[in-house]
């Protein structure tokens, strides 16, 4: 969003396609902050890191075009964090800072200021106007070369879930009063399993919660395919119709609609082929034909592939 030519250009893609809205990181992948926010403990650690200053005025540019906005918040991943108060981080066995294989620090997802910090984000972001609180990485991070990661708790099946719908549950208490959807960013395998996927990510407890779930049902992460499809890159449609089928079945009694994430990018783990307009259509479509209320689509070059979404209805 601080790149002058990237926002031009998504500017250009939702003034002349069907794309209706945006996501924009409140708080992203290295814990920094991208506005200049006013929550103490962002400001006390470092994390205050604004990557655009009129912030406010893309936000009222998007609201006159009537376009959605979505505020991310990186959630459990959360380096400023962990090195600020060594208490909230995940330690290695030997007690270290543990990292992941980007090198990036996580906090414990069982420790109650952890919790109040991210929602404290998530209410200035909704106080600032957006529309939607998307909620990623609200889960336990795994094994990586670091070893082995230790949380304050012991970890169970139980106690994981405990841990992110709890979080959600006290996110939704602060968030409902401020008129803003709460939604929550998945891996695309939960649609397919039906234990915490050894994470803490149970999408009917999780459900319960939301108002959105996004299941990331890119096929270059279904490493194992789906049934009936091994070979995922292959099978676009199949694997977003399936996945995400599934996971309203599941959901939709908690009155959680499910839009998923979609991959524009080119392949990365079965064949490297890259992903144009035929396939992302094909997402599309499997989207919609599973019963999800919408997609949204992720590319991280931010260029997004030419003629792959429908150009907007002009009005008449």
């Known amino acids: 969003i601080g790149h002058p030519q990237a926002r031009q250009h998504i500017f250009e893609m939702l003034d002349t396609t069907e794309l209706n809205a945006v996501v924009i990181d409140a708080k992203g992948d290295h814990g920094f902050i991208s506005y200049p926010t006013q929550v103490p403990l962002a400001q006390e650690i470092g994390a205050n890191k604004p990557t655009i200053k009129d912030f406010q005025d893309v936000l009222a540019k998007l609201k006159k075009r009537n376009i959605y906005t979505i505020a991310r918040v990186t959630t459990f991943k959360d380096t400023p964090l962990a090195k600020g108060y060594a208490e909230l ?6 007690g270290a800072l543990w990292q992941d294989s980007e090198k990036s620090g996580w906090v414990d997802p069982f420790l109650k200021p952890v919790w109040d910090y991210n929602i404290q984000i998530a209410v200035e972001a909704a106080q600032m106007g957006f529309d939607e609180v998307q909620f990623d990485c609200v889960r336990f991070p795994t094994a990586s070369r670091a070893g082995t990661p230790q949380f304050s708790q012991a970890i169970t099946k139980a106690s994981r879930v405990a841990a992110t719908t709890g979080f959600l549950s006290m996110a939704r208490g602060q968030l409902e009063t401020l008129g803003v959807k709460i939604g929550a960013r998945v891996l695309g395998y939960t649609c397919w399993r039906k234990d915490d996927s050894i994470v803490g990510q149970d999408i009917e407890k999780m459900a ?109």
Not at 89 to 94: D, G, H, L, Y
Not at 209 to 224: E, I, K, N, Q, R
Request: one cysteine or more.
């Open 89 to 94: 981080a995940v330690k290695t066995e030997t």
């Open 208 to 316: 319960q919660y939301l108002d959105v779930l996004s299941p990331m049902l890119y096929p270059s992460t279904f490493h194992a395919g789906i049934p009936d499809y091994k070979f995922a890159i292959a099978h676009p449609y199949e694997v977003v119709f399936e996945s995400a089928k599934r996971a309203v079945n599941r959901v939709q009694s908690a009155g959680c609609q499910v839009r998923p994430w979609i991959q524009d990018f080119p392949d990365y783990r079965f064949d490297k082929r890259v992903y144009g307009k035929d396939e992302i259509q094909a997402q599309i479509k499997g989207c919609f034909d599973s019963g999800s209320t919408g997609f949204m689509v992720w590319d991280p070059q931010i260029k997004y592939t030419s003629g792959a979404y429908a150009p907007l209805k002009q009005q008449v």
